[in-house]
């Protein structure tokens, strides 16, 4: 199921934007579930992460889309933002927010549907890289993309995940240099963080899903480049 949000104040458009969803779903055989939002501030008061992708109008009455985007990045590094404008020149305003593309108005089905597509591969590349897991009388698989941070726990590693905690066995160094390929990185000697989840720095933590994760002194600076350089591979 992909979470698409639908940020617009003009009806009509909410109406095409809709049509143009329901056919794709039904074209690429894929589940679909809307949310439309009619202002930049509705989106932001009822945010928590919850989106795969935003479909957002630039020019609304009271909070415009790009101010609505910047408000969304605080809380959400991964979320796909696609802008719907009549105006290039605030589409190209995007890269600020980290968007990933813009449809220009009028939308025709056949620009949106490549946009659309282009938003779902990015969504999927995510999800389709997969590892095992040692645990206790076996094991288990878990795509990269569900793995939050893992931690290391007296002699235990806590792997946190969209599914909740699990207790492996191993030791972090020999995590961390399997896992570092995948866009995980050390921001102290007890966490291990996929870079994919952290939405952001503050207080010298870094913040993933809600969480705030102590960096270390001696890794903060190494954290914060791994972390820049992982996010401008995103555009």
């Known amino acids: 199921m992909i ?8 009806q009509e458009y909410i109406d095409i934007i809709t049509e143009y969803l329901q056919r794709y779903e039904q ?26 992708i935003i479909l957002m109008d630039i020019q609304m009455k009271f909070v415009d889309g790009m101010t609505a985007a910047e408000e969304i990045r605080k809380k959400d590094s991964e979320v796909i933002i ?30 949106f549907g490549q946009k659309l597509k282009k938003a779902v591969d990015r969504l999927e590349k995510r999800k389709q890289i997969s590892v095992l897991v040692p645990v206790k009388g076996g094991m288990l698989r878990f795509n990269v993309g569900d ?28 995590v961390e240099e399997e896992y570092e390929q ?27 899903k809600g969480e705030n994760l102590q960096l270390s002194r001696p890794r903060l600076n190494g954290f914060m480049q791994e972390l820049t350089r992982y996010w401008g591979d995103l555009k």
């Open 3 to 10: 979470q698409i949000a639908v940020v617009e104040d003009e």
């Open 182 to 208: 995948y866009g995980f990185c050390r921001g102290n000697k007890c966490y291990l963080i996929n870079l994919e989840h952290v939405d952001g720095i503050k207080d010298k933590c870094a913040v993933v």
């Open 147 to 174: 793995i939050y941070y893992v931690e290391s726990r007296g002699h235990n590693l806590i792997y946190h995940t969209s599914d909740g905690e699990y207790t492996s066995y191993g030791t972090m160094k020999s």
């Open 27 to 52: 074209e690429q055989n894929t589940k679909i579930q809307v949310t439309v939002y009619r202002d930049g501030d509705a989106v932001t008061e009822a945010y928590k992460a919850q989106f795969d």
């Open 82 to 111: 696609i802008f719907i404008t009549n105006m290039k020149q605030y589409a190209i305003r995007g890269y600020e927010v980290d968007a990933l593309d813009y449809i220009l108005k009028p939308v025709t089905y056949f620009a």
